[in-house]
């Protein structure tokens, strides 16, 4: 069951923020968030857990809502450093296994 | 500490010949997984091996086979190659299976199929 992404690409000025979200028809025991620049392999974000935490990284945060099945990751402030395509991933409540979303490409300009 | 390293890089094959993508890492971890990313598809895993010993299939595992040769060395195998089978392939490794675990990428072999 395939998480859906929204938007599927956003282009920013630097120094806007952005949300990408990630959303589930299924009840979600995590989110897991990669970020992918071109060319190169997904890096690792941050992982949400059930419990509707919300993570840091840098300037980069996100949440988890159990009850919407959704996550969101925000970008505050974003540099041209952020630029590349944003993956969550997804393990459903009593599964193992972890399924990508089809990405959001992010493009920030100077 | 190299991480997770794949060869080859690049690979051309003609429809037909079989090649064999090779992962290792080197952190210890105990499960590997086989990915493919298409453009628009995102990362759907072709195969997985939880630990030592076993493998399973994942969403995509149709034309493909793998072997865990050991804790370390996580391998792809085309039989046939098919054009449908263009794609980049990345191996991956986690401590654990996934839940609540990161998994750590390689850089991927970038793989034509004519």
């Known amino acids: 069951q395939q998480p859906v992404q929204s938007p599927q690409a956003v282009i920013l000025r630097e120094g806007e923020d952005a949300v990408i979200n990630c959303s589930s028809s299924?009840?979600?025991?995590?989110v897991h968030w990669y970020r992918q620049k071109h060319g190169e392999a997904p890096v690792f974000l941050m992982i949400l857990l059930k419990g509707g935490e919300q993570k840091g990284h840098e300037k980069i945060s996100a949440s988890f809502n159990e009850k919407k099945q959704q996550s969101s990751l925000y970008l505050t402030a974003s540099q041209l450093s952020y630029s590349g395509t944003y993956f969550c991933?997804?393990?459903?409540?009593?599964?193992?296994?972890?399924?990508f979303g089809q990405g959001t490409r992010l493009t920030i300009n100077p | 500490n190299a991480g997770v390293t794949q060869t080859p890089k690049f690979q051309v094959l003609k429809t037909g010949q079989s090649m064999t993508l090779q992962c290792a890492q080197d952190?210890?971890?105990?499960?590997m997984y086989w990915y493919r990313q298409d453009p628009g598809m995102g990362l759907r895993l072709i195969y997985y091996?939880?630990?030592?010993?076993?493998?399973d299939k994942g969403e995509v595992p149709n034309g493909y086979n793998v072997s865990r040769l050991n804790k370390r060395e996580f391998s792809l195998r085309l039989e046939s190659a098919a054009p449908s089978q263009t794609s980049v392939y990345f191996c991956?490794?986690?401590?654990?299976?996934?839940?609540?675990?990161?998994?750590?990428f390689g850089p991927g072999t970038r793989l034509t199929v004519t």
């Open positions: 952190m210890n971890h105990n499960s």
């Open positions: 991956a490794s986690s401590p654990l299976r996934d839940r609540s675990y990161e998994q750590y």
């Open positions: 091996s939880a630990s030592e010993g076993t493998t």
């Open positions: 991933g997804t393990v459903l409540q009593g599964a193992q296994k972890l399924v």
């Open positions: 299924k009840a979600l025991y995590s």
